[in-house]
C-alpha cells in the first residue's frame, strides 16, 4: 500500500497532463501537491508542522528556477529589442543557411558548453528562443532543446552532478574519477542516437540523412574531447568539449562539410561587417564570460559568490533568517523543525549573469528607458503562470522525500531495486531519471538516490562505481522529461499548456537513452 499511494500521485500528474484537452501544469502540479500533503498527514502519518515546514522550504526553492527563467526571459527580450537577434540570424544564414547547420551550433554545440558552464537549465533558455528567433517552431523547438541537453549534464555546472552529488558517499577520489570516466563513455554511446531523434523531431528524416556527415562531425567534435577529458578529470568535460565543439562546428559549416549543398543560393543576402556581428554577439559573450569566471573554483570568484559567513541575523519565531556576506538568504529551523533552506542571490544565474548582461548591454546599445521597462515587465508576466507550477512541482518534490529512508521517494527506488535484483544494472538509469523528474536536477537526483543505489550494489554484487555511472546518467536523460525543465522551456518560448504533449514525446528518447546506458553498462563496463 506505501509503494502504491507513493507511486499514485505521480501517475495521476502524468495522466492530467497528457490525456485529451490534458490539464495546464501550473494547475495540476499544485493539484498534486496538495494530494501528497493528505496522503502524508493520514496514511503516513507525518507531523503536521513537519509538512508545514517543507511546503515553507519549497517556496523558498521555487525562487532558485524562477528566477533563472525571468532572467532567461529578460535576456532574449533584450536581444529582440536591440536588434542583436536579427543579426545573429542573418550571421548564421552568411556562415550557412543550411537549418540543420543552426540547429547543430546552437541547439547541440553551443547549449553544451553553456550546460558545462552553468547547468540549472540554463542551456534550453539562451539556446530555445535563438532557435525561435531564428523562425522554428516554438513547440518543436522545445521538444528539440529538452532532448539535447541530456548527454552533457552529467559534467554539468563545471562537474556538479558528479562531485557533489555523490559527494556524500565516502567514496575515494579514484572512485568518483572512476564514476566520471564510465559515464561519460555510457554519454558518448548515446550521442550516437539521441541528436539524431532530437532532430526528427524538429525536422525531417530526408533532411537529417542529406546532412548526416556533419551532423556526426559536430557530435564528435564535441563529445570526443569530453570522453578523453572525463578519464582523468570530472569539472570540465562538458565545459571543454562545448566549447571545442562549438568552435570546431562553427568553422565546419563556414566550410560546408558534410552539409548539404541546396541552401548555397541563399547566402547572397546582406552582408554583415565584423564589427556589426561582434556587437551583436557581445551580450552572449558576456554572459559566457560572466558564467565560466563565476564557476570555476580555481579563479576565486566561486568562493566569494558561495561565502556563507553571516553578515546579519533576524530572529522572526516562524524561522530564523540570515543574510551571508555573498548575500545567500537563509531560512532555518523552520516552524521549529530542523528544516532549513536558502536562495543564493549572487551565484543563482539570475541576477549574475543575466540582470547584469541585460543592464549593460541596455547602455551598449542605448536602448530607452521605456523599452528597458518593458522588457522587464514582459518578463514579469511572463513568470506569473510558471511560478504556480514550480511552485507545485517544488512542494510536491520536498513533501516526498519527508520521512527520511520512509519517504514516498526511498519508497519507490526501494521497491524497484527489490524487484530487479541481480538485473538491476538494466534499470539503474531509470531510477536516476525518476530522480530527475522529480527534483528537476541531476545533482538532486545523485543526492536522492545516490546512497540507495550504492547499497543495491554492495547487496547484489554488482560494481559500485558502475552503477552510480548509471545513476548520474539517469539523471541526466531524466532532464528531458522533467517538468521544471519543460516549464522552463515552454516559458522562454512562450509555448502555452503544451507540457503534457511535450512530456509524450521526450519520454521516448528518455526511454531509449536508458536501454544503450544498459547495452553500453554489460557490454564495455562489467
Not at 83 to 99: A, F, M, Q, S, T
Not at 316 to 323: A, R, T
Request: glycine share 10%; net charge positive.
Amino acid at each position: 500500500m506505501a509503494l502504491f499511494l507513493s507511486i499514485f500521485p505521480i501517475v495521476l500528474l502524468i495522466w492530467l497532463m497528457v490525456k485529451k484537452n490534458g490539464m495546464a501544469s501550473y494547475i495540476a502540479l499544485p493539484l498534486t501537491a496538495a494530494l501528497i500533503y493528505i496522503l502524508q498527514l493520514t496514511y503516513f502519518g507525518n507531523p503536521f508542522m513537519l509538512l508545514n515546514a517543507n511546503i515553507v522550504s519549497g517556496l523558498v526553492s521555487t525562487l532558485t528556477p524562477i528566477t533563472v527563467i525571468f532572467g532567461a526571459i529578460l535576456f532574449n527580450r533584450m536581444m529582440e529589442t536591440t536588434g542583436c537577434i536579427d543579426v545573429i540570424r542573418k550571421w548564421l544564414g552568411n556562415i550557412n543557411p543550411n537549418p540543420v547547420a543552426q540547429l547543430m551550433i546552437i541547439g547541440w554545440a553551443f547549449a553544451f558548453m553553456i550546460e558545462g558552464a552553468s547547468g540549472f537549465g540554463t542551456p534550453a533558455a539562451i539556446a530555445a528562443p535563438i532557435l525561435v528567433g531564428l523562425g522554428f517552431n516554438p513547440l518543436r523547438v522545445a521538444i528539440f532543446t529538452l532532448v539535447m541537453n541530456s548527454v552533457p549534464v552529467s559534467f554539468g555546472a563545471v562537474g556538479t552532478p558528479t562531485w557533489f552529488g555523490f559527494g556524500s558517499l565516502n567514496l575515494s577520489d579514484a572512485d568518483i574519477l572512476s564514476i566520471g570516466k564510465q559515464t561519460g563513455l555510457i554519454h558518448f554511446f548515446a550521442s550516437l542516437v539521441i541528436p539524431l531523434m532530437a532532430l526528427s523531431f524538429i525536422t525531417s528524416w530526408q533532411e537529417i540523412r542529406k546532412n548526416i556527415v556533419f551532423i556526426y562531425l559536430s557530435v564528435m567534435v564535441c563529445t570526443i574531447p569530453y570522453v578523453l577529458l572525463a578519464t582523468v578529470n570530472y569539472e570540465f568535460p562538458a565545459l571543454v568539449g562545448g566549447a571545442i565543439g562549438l568552435l570546431l562546428s562553427v568553422g565546419l559549416a563556414n566550410k560546408g562539410v558534410g552539409l548539404s549543398k541546396e541552401y548555397e543560393k541563399e547566402t547572397g543576402g546582406e552582408k554583415l561587417g565584423a564589427a556589426v556581428v561582434m556587437k551583436a554577439l557581445a551580450p552572449l559573450g558576456m554572459l559566457i564570460a560572466i558564467l565560466v569566471v563565476t564557476r570555476i573554483q580555481q579563479l576565486g570568484l566561486k568562493g566569494l559568490l558561495n561565502d556563507a559567513t553571516t553578515l546579519f541575523a533576524v530572529p522572526l519565531g516562524i524561522f530564523d533568517f540570515e543574510v551571508s556576506r555573498a548575500l545567500i538568504l537563509s531560512f532555518k529551523n523552520i516552524f521549529g523543525q530542523g528544516v532549513n533552506d536558502a536562495y543564493k542571490t549572487l551565484y543563482v544565474p539570475a541576477l549574475i549573469p543575466f540582470v547584469v548582461t541585460v543592464l549593460a548591454s541596455a547602455m551598449m546599445f542605448k536602448t530607452s528607458g521605456s523599452d528597458t521597462k518593458a522588457m522587464f515587465g514582459t518578463a514579469i508576466q511572463q513568470v506569473k503562470k510558471p511560478f504556480l507550477a514550480l511552485l507545485g512541482a517544488l512542494i510536491m518534490v520536498k513533501l516526498m522525500l519527508v520521512g527520511g529512508d520512509a519517504s514516498m521517494v526511498k519508497t519507490i527506488g526501494r521497491e524497484f531495486a527489490a524487484l530487479a535484483g541481480q538485473n538491476w544494472m538494466y534499470f539503474a538509469s531509470y531510477l536516476g531519471a525518476i530522480g530527475a523528474f522529480f527534483s528537476g536536477s541531476n545533482t538532486v537526483s545523485n543526492l536522492t538516490f545516490g546512497g540507495i543505489q550504492q547499497q543495491i550494489a554492495l547487496d547484489t554484487g554488482l560494481s559500485v562505481t558502475l552503477i552510480l555511472a548509471l545513476q548520474s546518467v539517469g539523471g541526466a536523460m531524466g532532464n528531458m522529461v522533467c517538468i521544471n525543465n519543460i516549464i522552463a522551456v515552454c516559458t522562454v518560448t512562450n509555448v502555452q499548456n503544451q507540457e503534457g504533449a511535450i512530456l509524450k514525446k521526450t519520454v521516448v528518447p528518455m526511454a531509449v537513452y536508458g536501454v544503450i546506458a544498459a547495452v553500453v553498462a554489460l557490454l564495455f563496463l562489467v
